[in-house]
């Protein structure tokens, strides 16, 4: 990505450090200094952060559900984690790409319970 003073400097634009932009609430969208570090970054219409990357090439995504709750993230470093919620908004679920799960994925019957001929079961999932 070329750096926006690289763009200002082409077009003859008087500028100083450092140069912020903001979206119209108030989310800073792009950030550079005079020491070449920058970042910019990308957020839905409610606000949450969607997208964000610097300089020094980290770049991260983000997903939400349609109550604001966070459901993906992953980075450029190989790392990423899924997130479920109940109807309240509870994590109910957590796994990431280090192996480790936290809670019960939905569509899970695990720790339901179900009767069968009078006697009731506690489901595991295996």
């Known amino acids: 990505m070329k750096k ?27 950030y550079e200094d005079s020491d070449a570090y920058w970042y910019r970054s990308e957020y839905d219409e409610e606000g949450n952060l ?6 020094d090439g980290f770049r991260q995504r983000r997903e939400y559900d349609e109550k604001g709750n966070r459901t993906y993230y992953e980075n450029n470093n190989g790392f990423w984690a899924r997130y479920e919620y109940d109807e309240k908004g509870n994590r109910t679920y957590y796994e990431n790409s280090l192996g480790y799960e936290e809670g019960t994925k939905r569509g899970s019957c695990s720790g339901k319970v179900v009767e069968i001929d009078g ?3 506690k489901l595991t999932e295996l």
């Open 4 to 30: 926006l003073s690289e763009i200002y400097k082409e077009l003859g634009i008087a500028f100083t450090f450092p140069i912020e932009i903001k979206d119209g609430r108030g989310k800073q969208t792009y």
């Open 50 to 55: 969607t997208y964000h990357e610097e300089s």
């Open 119 to 121: 006697k009731k079961y």
